[in-house]
């Protein structure tokens, strides 16, 4: 089946550092790519996508790009800032029949410090 | 702003007992999901629904059961409650399938079972 996988952390970088948090995935098919984040006692939501290879999602100062070749989806910031620091889910969607059920990886705490 | 409200933050229950977690959406939704979030196994999908009257299991149905009589409402049903029922419930929802559509979610439920 589907599968995700990312670095689970805690991540710990000071303000102002570059963020690069690693995703793989294992799908059937052609899937879309999700990265969700989770701020504290809060939901999850939507902070970037890309539907097909070589698409680059962007938002925030934060960027991933859909490589089918190397089957990741790599998250990066070129200067993270305290207010940074959540939770931050890489997902996909490969799903047949009338909806998007989502497969995602276990998460990944960003800290970041002042 | 679509908005996924669901009915408590915080639950407590006894072993055995029938528990119903409520989510309501307020965009017109055609499809409704249920998660459960666990530390170190990020989110996993319990069932979904893409349609009124309408549900298909998840990765992981067994214990629980759903129901959607009405477009913006979708519960989650555990019969008869367990302790490793305990958890973070996420509701969410979105438009009808197309590839990369996404999902928006509701604040969550922790529900503890004693």
């Known amino acids: 089946g589907d599968s995700v996988t990312q670095m689970e952390g805690p991540v710990t970088l000071s303000e102002e550092a570059f963020l690069t948090i690693n995703c793989t995935y294992t799908a059937t098919g052609y899937p879309s790519l999700f990265w969700y984040v989770q701020y504290p006692g809060e939901g999850l939501q939507l902070l970037l996508k890309a539907t097909k290879a070589d698409d680059k999602g962007s938002n925030k100062g934060f960027e991933a790009t859909y490589r089918k070749e190397t089957t990741s989806f790599h998250l990066e910031k070129g200067s993270v800032q305290v207010s940074d620091s959540a939770v931050y889910f890489c997902a996909l969607s490969d799903r047949g029949g009338g909806a998007d059920g989502l497969t995602f990886g276990k998460g990944t705490h960003l800290i970041i410090q002042p | 702003d679509v908005k996924v409200t669901q009915s408590s933050r915080y639950l407590v229950k006894r072993t055995g007992e029938k528990v119903f977690l409520e989510c309501v959406q307020d965009m017109d939704h055609e499809n409704m999901f249920w998660y459960r979030q666990d530390p170190g196994l990020g989110l996993r999908l319990i069932y979904f629904s893409y349609d009124v009257k309408m549900k298909e299991k998840g990765d992981i149905p ?44 509701g604040p969550g439920t922790r529900l503890t079972v004693t």
């Open chain 2, 62 to 105: 067994e214990g629980y059961s759903v129901s959607r009589e009405k477009k913006e409402r979708f519960s989650l049903i555990l019969e008869s409650a367990s302790t490793n029922q305990t958890s973070m419930y996420l509701c969410a929802s979105s438009l009808a399938s197309q590839r990369g559509r996404e999902q928006y979610f």
